[in-house]
């Protein structure tokens, strides 16, 4: 959708200040973002469907984390708790077993108790405001409005990190805080405020990327005062480096008179206090290798900031780790780490 010249020229010689951008200037914003995002949306699951709790757990699950995991766990977690009344009858050791691959578990643990607060209090019934929406546990005012526009059409803006940087990119200010719920809220639109939200953020994900933004193909260009300038500054914070070392202890059990053979590993729980994925099962850790042998296998992981090269031993757990053989059988409704989910289906166990 071209602007005309003379809107162009107009533009170019704006301040860039999105604050005051005109009505008109407003409404050509939107309507171009808007005729991308509905001719280049991304075809993603949770897209299908304005339903309240899919909106809920998908913008849950995607707070610090890649949509391709997401997308990976998505279907299956609704498969296993297709209501918000199946989810808040559910145990938390299956929740969080649901959960596992996703990381930051205190995520699951405050949307498995907003379900109880919505399923007791609520007869089962979303709150329909942000405001409202917000009074949920792990619900803050990002996602409140996320759900609020996205399933109930309410008028209200957002700010995650996508929106963040095309907001400071188009206005070339280093803008933050509430400064940029203001500038959001200036620039949405409160005709379809769902969509609006979604092509902002979709923006940031495809197009107006951290370090290389895709200028010339941007639908909403010609009203940006930086076009890829701020790119060249952005590096990415340098990732640290670790290595760690896990004990894969397994044996199989022979029932030859029962005519089965029963596969058992051996796990450890995480401390219940842990700053990290507290009581969730693990494998044991040991803290290196006594010069000795080599590992059966090593992976990549990465949490966050730092990258770890996992060393795998096939040998029997240390004597003095205390935990317990679980059938492999079983290992689907626990609630491992996603490292350890990687280890044993490396290693072919699950
Ligand atoms: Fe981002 Fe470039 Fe588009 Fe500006 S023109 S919003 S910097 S992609």
């Known amino acids: 959708?071209?602007?005309?010249?003379?809107?162009?020229?107009?533009?170019?010689?704006?301040?860039?200040?999105?604050?005051?951008?005109?009505?008109?200037?407003?409404?050509?914003?939107?309507?171009?973002?808007?005729a991308w995002y509905d001719h280049h949306r991304r075809d993603l699951p949770w897209r299908t469907s304005r339903d309240p709790y899919r909106v809920w757990l998908s913008e849950i699950m995607l707070q610090q984390t890649r949509v391709a995991a997401v997308i990976e766990h998505y279907q299956e977690f609704l498969r296993r708790f297709p209501t918000v009344e199946k989810l808040a009858a559910a145990r938390e050791s299956s929740v969080l077993a649901a959960w596992s691959g996703l990381g930051y578990y205190r995520r699951a643990r405050m949307l498995h108790a907003a379900a109880k607060v919505?399923?007791?209090e609520r007869g089962g019934k979303f709150p329909t405001t942000e405001q409202e929406l917000r009074t949920l546990p792990g619900i803050g005012r990002y996602t409140a409005a996320a759900i609020a526009s996205i399933a109930f059409g309410e008028p209200t803006a957002v700010?995650?990190?996508?929106?963040?940087?095309v907001l400071q990119r188009l206005s070339g200010k280093r803008m933050a805080g509430e400064a940029l719920w203001t500038a959001a809220g200036n620039l949405l639109d409160a005709k379809r405020p769902g969509d609006f939200n979604q092509a902002m953020m979709e923006l940031g994900a495809v197009v107006c990327t951290p370090r290389d933004p895709a200028c010339?193909?941007?639908?909403?260009?010609?009203?940006?005062?930086?076009?890829?300038?701020?790119?060249?500054?952005?590096?990415?914070?340098?990732?640290?480096?670790?290595?760690?070392?896990?004990?894969?202890?397994h044996h199989i059990e022979d029932h030859r008179n029962?005519?089965?053979?029963?596969?058992?590993?051996?796990?450890?729980?995480?401390?219940?206090?842990?700053?990290?994925?507290?009581?969730?099962?693990?494998l044991p850790k040991i803290t290196g290798t006594n010069g000795?042998?080599?590992?059966?296998?090593?992976?990549?992981?990465?949490?966050?900031?730092t990258d770890y090269t996992?060393?795998?031993?096939?040998c029997a757990a240390p004597s003095h780790v205390s935990g317990k053989w679980v059938s492999v059988k079983r290992l689907r409704q626990v609630a491992l780490t996603g490292l350890a989910r990687k280890i044993l289906r490396k290693a072919a166990i699950l």
């Open 1 to 34: 959708m071209a602007a005309s010249a003379a809107e162009t020229e107009f533009i170019l010689k704006r301040p860039g200040d999105l604050l005051t951008f005109s009505s008109a200037l407003k409404l050509n914003f939107r309507r171009h973002l808007l």
């Open 118 to 120: 919505i399923v007791r």
């Open 159 to 165: 700010v995650d990190g996508n929106v963040e940087r």
């Open 216 to 249: 010339p193909t941007c639908p909403v260009v010609q009203f940006c005062t930086m076009r890829g300038e701020f790119a060249a500054k952005e590096k990415a914070a340098p990732q640290k480096k670790r290595e760690i070392h896990y004990v894969l202890d």
């Open 258 to 282: 029962a005519g089965r053979r029963n596969v058992e590993v051996f796990l450890v729980q995480r401390a219940r206090d842990a700053s990290l994925m507290p009581g969730m099962w693990e």
């Open 292 to 305: 000795t042998g080599s590992p059966s296998f090593t992976l990549r992981h990465s949490i966050t900031v």
């Open 310 to 314: 996992v060393q795998v031993w096939r």
